[in-house]
């Protein structure tokens, strides 16, 4: 029982001490981190293709238009990260596998993997099911077919569009998404009739100014530069791209 009471200490002192850490953080740090993780992701997806302008709008019209674009479920897992949920989008794609890939020899093995690792109670990865969803999905594993996890799909879906979805369009994420497609959508033409691009560089500085600088966030200039090395300075970068905000852990 000594053993016992001691490791409880210890576990105590442990929370104290990470708790203690965490505080000390000042709140601008943090938020610099959300931030320009954010920028990271997005200048990389952007650079490899990225969404459209049409396609983030999408976004924001249904939460299935985001479940069906490929862009949309990256960027929606992304803010899933920063709330620590990522498992409900994760869940939810495996199961659209799991129902795609019918007829192989070992779905009933993939249905207990998945049970296992998201579905029963304690799991891994454990989804927010009510418990007379996880009991008729466990009593379907022994005669698993494609239809198996539909139910808990479903009840997971509605969960993110119904919570998550409504945080995301509201998010630095969401918000700077969109402000990037409209500036690589913008082709700024001249007599010449150039055509631009995106100089992620201005938007890291427009990130970094607006910690310092009392000029309006609104009026931040990005730069767009040409193909023959001349540019040109967007002055209507939105305030919302280089606004700040604390995700809730």
């Not at 490791?7 to 981190?33: F, Y």
């Not at 999408?58 to 949309?72: I, M, P």
């Not at 918000?175 to 100089?199: F, Q």
Request: hydrophobic share 35%; proline share 2%.
């Amino acid at each position: 029982m000594s053993n016992f009471v001691q490791a409880i200490g210890v576990r105590d002192k442990i929370t104290t001490l990470c708790r203690s850490a965490s505080s000390a953080v000042p709140q601008s740090c943090a938020t610099n981190i959300v931030v320009s993780n954010h920028r990271v992701f997005l200048e990389k997806l952007f650079r490899s293709g990225g969404p459209t302008r049409e396609d983030v709008e999408d976004w924001a019209r249904s939460f299935e238009a985001v479940l069906r674009d490929k862009y949309g479920v990256l960027v929606f897992r992304e803010f899933l990260r920063t709330e620590f949920s990522d498992e409900n989008i994760r869940f939810w794609l495996i199961c659209e596998d799991y129902r795609n890939k019918s007829g192989t020899k070992n779905m009933q093995r993939e249905a207990f993997k998945i049970f296992n690792e998201f579905v029963a109670v304690q799991a891994a990865r454990e989804v927010n099911l009510d418990s007379n969803t996880r009991l008729q999905t466990e009593k379907e594993l022994e005669s698993a077919n494609r239809n198996t996890f539909d139910q808990c799909q479903r009840r997971i879906q509605s969960l993110m569009e119904k919570d998550s979805y409504r945080r995301f369009l509201r998010s630095d994420l969401y918000l700077t998404a969109m402000e990037l497609s409209k500036l690589r959508e913008c082709n700024v033409s001249n007599k010449h009739g150039r055509h631009s691009v995106i100089d992620f560089r201005g938007i890291k500085n427009a990130f970094t100014t607006a910690k310092h600088s009392s000029v309006p966030p609104s009026i931040i200039s990005s730069t767009i530069n040409y193909a023959d090395g001349s540019s040109s300075s967007m002055t209507n970068l939105n305030s919302k791209i280089v606004s700040t905000k604390i995700h809730e852990k």
